[in-house]
Structure formats: structure tokens, C-alpha cells
């Protein structure tokens, strides 16, 4: 995850790098970091003696971030502190950044006699192993991994179980997806190809359809691409009607009649191959912008979930 350089400095090198993300035990205290979007997921595994020292790290935490420009969130989980670092924008100063943050709190654990083990139930009396669940990481015992697994399990069990009402989830796609349409038109008259307004079609169309289907499953996620895709590509036909229509409208063309002789009006120009080109681009742009949405859509919708052991 980091060049060899650089995680040698953070925390004295004990954090190991596993590509994805990195993870060990420094001080005592099980800590794993996720990167995601230019931030860091920091999360440190804590047990406190007494219940109420866990209300005493909490005002610590506010405190510490008030100081720490780069530290965006710090909250606790039941037995865990999750910190979210902005990742510098120069690489060099990732070991200070994260060092600045990290080593006062765990100042803080040390005198203050927390001890580190499961980040669910904070057991350090069993066997602990850092999990991969769902892309993050979690230092967790056999028991907790197992109770995590069977929810995850249960959860999917649930998902699937849901059916959606294609009909009216179709209704609700082609609805939703008009408003990412209506934002293409606008942003091609101003003279761009609007990738961004082909991922807000995704993301309304597939809105629409869990909202008049009832629930966003498979088939739903499926549909609601499709419909974005044809839709897309009646955005593109309009916006290039609307052009052609501000030279022709002069010499009696309506709307209307431009729309409907596109493709005569674009042959006669010369055009074809550029209409196409363009569509093209506006396809490639909305895929790049939406793949993230709908990836993730899909994932949710069949309730699929990954859970292993990091070695
Ligand atoms: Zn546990």
C-alpha cells in the first residue's frame, strides 16, 4: 500500500503492508489502516479496565482532533477507535501526518491502562486475527468473526429473499432517469459532453426503481442500466436536434421536424460520423462515472459479502 520507505517510519515500522492495507501491533494495541479516497481508515483495537474510561477517550478524542487539522472523523466502536486521516498530498509526509495522530492516543491508552485484544467484544485472552470483511480490516476473535459471518449471512439470506415488481421498478427507472437526461441536454448546450450527468442517470433510474419497484434487486439493477443506456441515447439525439434547430429554426423548421429528420439533417452535413463519435464519448464518459454505482448496487442488491483471513 505504501512505498517500503515510508511505512518503515510510520509507527517504528510495525505496521506490516499487505497491498491493500496495513496492519499490526504496536505498543500493545492491534491497529489496522485502510486507505480509501485520499484518506486513511485508522482503526486501533481497545479494552478499557473500567466501562467509564471509554467516556473519558471520547472527550479526549474531540480534544485531539480540535488539534489535528488532517484528523476528519474520531469516533469509538465497542471496543475500537476508527479515525479517518486526509491522506497529504505529499507522499513524504504521510509518516509525520499519521504518527502525529496515532502516537498521542496511544500515549493516552498506555497511561491510562487500556489494553488491546477483539475489536468486537475486546477479549485478549483468545487467539486474535486481522479479517478482511468487505474490502476493510478488523482484528477480531473466533467468535466475534463467526457472529459477524452468520449476520452477513442472515443479512443476504434476507436480500434475496426480496422480490421487486419489475413493471413499476421499470416506471421508476425511466422517471428517475429523465432527470439525469434533462442535466445531459443542458450541459451539452453549454458545450460539454456530460459524463457526469450519464452517472447521475444510473444513479436516478436506479433510485426510481427501487422506489416504485419496491426494492433494488438484480434484475432491477440490470433494467435501470439498460434504460439508462437507451436513455442516453435520446439525450444525445436531443441535444443535437436542439443545435441543428438553432441554425434551422430561421428557415421554418420546427423542432419537432428537426428531431425527427436527424439523421437526413446530419448526412446532408457531414455529421454522421461526428453524432456518433460523440455518442460514443458520452457512453465511455457515463460508464467510467457510474461503474462505482452500479457495481456496488449490484453487490448490495444480492446481498454478497466476503470475509477471509489475513496471513
Ligand atoms: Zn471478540
Known amino acids: 500500500m505504501l512505498k517500503e520507505k515510508l511505512r518503515s517510519q510510520i509507527l517504528g515500522g510495525s505496521l506490516q503492508d499487505f497491498k491493500t492495507h496495513l496492519s499490526g501491533l504496536y505498543k500493545g494495541f492491534y491497529i489496522t489502516m485502510d486507505a480509501a479516497q485520499a484518506q486513511y481508515i485508522i482503526k486501533i483495537s481497545v479494552n478499557p479496565a473500567d466501562a467509564a474510561d471509554m467516556a473519558a477517550l471520547n472527550s479526549f478524542l474531540s480534544n485531539h482532533q480540535l488539534n489535528e487539522k488532517k484528523l476528519l472523523t474520531a469516533?469509538?466502536?465497542?471496543h475500537s477507535i476508527i479515525l479517518t486521516i486526509k491522506v497529504p498530498s505529499l507522499a513524504k509526509n504521510i509518516p509525520n501526518t499519521v504518527n502525529g495522530i496515532v502516537e498521542p492516543i496511544i500515549d493516552y491508552l498506555i497511561s491510562h491502562t487500556f489494553s488491546s485484544g477483539c475489536s468486537e467484544c475486546g477479549t485478549d485472552m483468545e487467539q486474535i486475527n486481522c479479517?478482511?470483511?468487505n474490502g476493510s480490516h478488523y482484528f477480531l476473535c473466533d467468535g466475534c468473526k463467526n457472529k459477524i459471518q452468520s449476520s452477513l449471512q442472515a443479512n443476504q439470506q434476507e436480500i434475496q429473499s426480496k422480490k421487486s415488481s419489475l413493471v413499476a421498478g421499470l416506471v421508476g427507472a425511466f422517471l428517475g432517469s429523465l432527470i439525469g437526461c434533462i442535466l445531459w441536454v443542458l450541459i451539452?448546450?453549454?458545450g460539454y459532453i456530460?459524463?457526469?450527468?450519464?452517472a447521475v442517470t444510473a444513479i436516478c433510474a436506479m433510485k426510481g426503481y427501487?422506489?416504485?419497484?419496491?426494492?433494488?434487486?438484480k434484475k432491477?439493477?440490470?433494467g435501470s442500466v439498460i434504460i439508462m443506456l437507451i436513455m442516453i441515447f435520446f439525450a444525445n439525439k436531443i441535444s443535437w436536434s436542439w443545435d441543428a434547430y438553432s441554425a434551422l429554426e430561421e428557415y421554418g423548421w420546427t423542432f419537432t421536424?428537426?428531431?425527427?429528420d436527424l439523421g437526413y439533417i446530419l448526412e446532408e452535413t457531414d455529421l454522421v460520423a461526428s453524432y456518433y463519435g460523440e455518442l460514443a464519448i458520452g457512453y465511455i464518459l457515463t460508464i467510467v462515472c457510474s461503474a462505482r454505482s452500479i457495481i456496488n448496487a449490484f453487490h448490495e442488491s444480492t446481498g454478497s459479502y466476503s470475509i477471509k483471513k489475513v496471513n
Do not use: N
Not at 75 to 78: A, D, E, I, N, R
Not at 257 to 260: F, G, H, T
Open 75 to 78: 469516533v469509538t466502536g465497542s
Open 131 to 133: 479479517y478482511e470483511i
Open 188 to 190: 451539452y448546450h453549454l
Open 194 to 198: 456530460a459524463g457526469v450527468a450519464g
Open 210 to 217: 427501487a422506489i416504485l419497484g419496491g426494492h433494488l434487486d
Open 220 to 222: 432491477g439493477v440490470i
Open 257 to 260: 421536424e428537426v428531431y425527427q
